[in-house]
């Protein structure tokens, strides 16, 4: 890790790469921190203090910027949902957008273009929402002037500062290393990171009802299972199934054996994104009707379903990741085009026929695989969600606990290694240089 590091201040190029990705994050943590124009922010560290899910889910992806009710509230969720739209649409539901996703990168422009559309109308309707809904759940009123033009104004600040954040992720990935949308996610986890321990001590540390030396015993616990955790993560992570491929003879006569290597999680953390931003959707519809219907026992059973910290909604969530692990997986890896690419370079898989064979091949294996990587994605995620279903007193903030190792990890390994490709391509410049 310490050679990484050293080698990556060492090139100007990743090195200036990385110095601009801190800046953009820099960024992003100021407009954390500019409250939305017309809304009481104090009302909001009230609602923090007994957050339910959809204050959990969005807080985490506003990069924490939710608890200051900023101008960055909304953070990425609205792009990663109308991300999910999109990419459902292109499985032949809108023939339109099943024909761009075969025409290379022209068909890649039209898509994104696409999702910038539903981001701007998903991000509206999520503000207004939001707005509408907290204001009426908090104590001390979150909206200074309630009314239909202060909404307006509210909903159009925050779907501006969604496409500010966009275009923020967008520079990152352009001109900074990793995903900009993921390092953006991360910097929220992050910041936020320090704050939650704390939480976690002075719930145990200071309250009452036992000796101290025990409540130091069930922390210094916690502080162990979290370490294992994130060694079990980072295993699973870069854990994978490496298939030998032969090659056909080459000019000198001699055939070449290789490795097409297959990751047990091979849909990263982007399922267990997924998960938690198809929960805001229900949620935030039933934000507008909190006040009309929050007493209607279908109210309470919609509310029930999709809150993560009910054992119902925590069984959905756990359902979500798993099958958007095994839609991912197929995305990330394409049997078909696998084997395409297999036979176009003349090689095969031992014992497995070309063509049909080795997509079949790849198919089935790439279930299996995604057996392991769901069950794994789940349990994890799901592991301080059942803690704060049992423990009475479990800090709110940190039900999320495992989705965010998740995607501090996957984040930090992907860009890891593409750091890590950077300083490779820059040595094979300069050899044939």
Sequence with gaps: ??????????????????????????????????????????????????????????????????????????????????????????????????????????????????????????????????????????????????????????ALVLTAGTMLVMWIGEQITQKGV???????????????????????????????????????????????????????????EQAQRKIPVQYSKRANGASQMAYLPLKINSAGVIPVIFASSFMLIPATILGFFTATHGNESWFVILSTIFNYRQPVGAAIYVLLIITFTYFYAFIQVNPEKVAENLQKQGGYIVSVRPGKGTEKYISTLLVRLSTVGSLYLAVVAAIPIIAAIVIPNFPASLSLGGTNILIVIGVILETTKQIQGKLIKRKYQGFIQ
């Design 178 to 236: 990793g995903n900009g949308v993921s390092i953006i996610i991360l910097s929220g986890i992050v910041a936020q990171m320090p704050a939650e321990l704390y939480s976690l001590f002075t719930q145990y540390l200071a309250g009452e009802g036992q000796d101290t030396w025990i409540k130091f015993a069930f922390v210094l616990a916690g502080i162990v299972l979290i370490i294992a955790l994130i060694a079990f993560v980072v295993y699973m």
């Design 1 to 154: 890790m310490f050679t990484l590091l050293r080698s990556t201040f060492k090139v100007k190029d990743v090195r200036n790469r990385i110095f601009y990705t801190l800046m953009m994050i820099v960024i992003f943590r100021i407009g954390a921190h500019i409250t939305v124009p017309g809304v009481n922010a104090a009302a909001m560290t009230d609602l923090s203090r007994n957050a339910n899910s959809l204050f959990s889910i969005l807080n985490t992806f506003g990069g924490g910027a939710l608890r200051q009710y900023s101008i960055f509230a909304l953070g990425v969720s609205p792009y990663i949902t109308a991300s999910i739209i999109v990419q459902l649409l292109q499985m032949d539901i809108v023939p339109k957008f099943a024909e761009w996703s075969k025409q290379g990168e022209v068909g890649r422009r039209k898509l994104n273009k696409a999702t910038v559309y539903f981001t701007i109308v998903l991000g509206f309707i999520q503000a207004i929402g939001i707005s509408v809904g907290f204001n009426r759940l908090s104590n001390f009123g979150l909206i200074r002037s309630a009314n239909s033009g202060t909404y307006m104004n509210i």
